[in-house]
């Protein structure tokens, strides 16, 4: 029996997310908020930070903020799965578009839940104690997104005769992330380093498109 690919693509977004979350609840019910093991070196630690909701530990605005940034994510959402499902429809289409495109859901979705459902189902992390499962810290929509990846690769200070920055301390990589932002970024780098052409020749269609329809008017 042959898989359609809008079966393999959900088994896929299903898959991803899956595994973000095992990360996530498994970084949250084991580890204080701020603690870190190295796992490869000192270039490649496990560092428990939670953020309000953007990727790679940025901050967004307040509760205001937090709230639109929420409802942001669930439209960016929903547009992709409509896209995905017209592509789905032309078979001219490459796999590598809707699996890019799958790589980016997925992660969106991953985040979603973070914001949507953590707020309910978990206790707070503090840096003295860990997370359980059955608390309650924040309400619908206002949950904190885990994050845990983080890869210091140089972590070196400036020498004293550099202008500006002299005695300063340098760290790339400098950002902690997790698993749904990983997707998010390999999906739209895939898509830009591999299948530019094919999004170059959709505008076309579509600038054609328009200028036949003004033509029959």
């Known amino acids: 029996m042959k898989i359609s690919r809008g079966t393999q693509l959900l088994i896929l977004g299903i898959v991803l997310v899956v595994i973000d979350q095992v990360i996530k609840v498994l970084v949250k019910t084991n580890m204080t908020l701020g603690e870190s093991f190295n796992v490869l070196g000192d270039w490649f630690r496990i560092y428990f930070i939670e953020n309000e909701g953007m990727a790679f530990g940025m901050k967004f605005g307040g509760a205001v903020g937090k709230f639109l940034l929420s409802v942001l994510r669930i439209g960016l959402f929903a547009a992709l799965v409509w896209w995905i499902s017209r592509l789905l429809k032309k078979p001219s289409v ?11 859901t997925a992660g969106a979705l991953g985040n979603i839940i973070d914001c949507l459902f953590y707020g309910l189902v978990f206790s707070e992390s503090t840096p003295w104690e860990t997370a359980y499962l059955g608390g309650s810290y924040a309400p619908f929509m206002f949950g904190k997104v885990v994050d845990m990846f983080y890869f ?27 698993f749904a932002d990983s997707c998010v970024t390999c999906g739209a780098l895939y898509l830009i380093a591999f299948q530019y052409r094919f999004f170059l020749t959709e505008d076309k269609k579509t600038d054609g498109d328009k200028a036949d329809k003004r033509k029959r008017k």
């Open 94 to 104: 490459p796999t590598g578009v809707v699996v890019g495109l799958t790589l980016i």
């Open 152 to 178: 210091p690769i140089i972590d070196t200070t400036f020498p004293e005769w550099v202008p500006f920055v002299g005695g300063n301390p340098f760290r790339f990589f400098a950002p902690v992330f997790n």
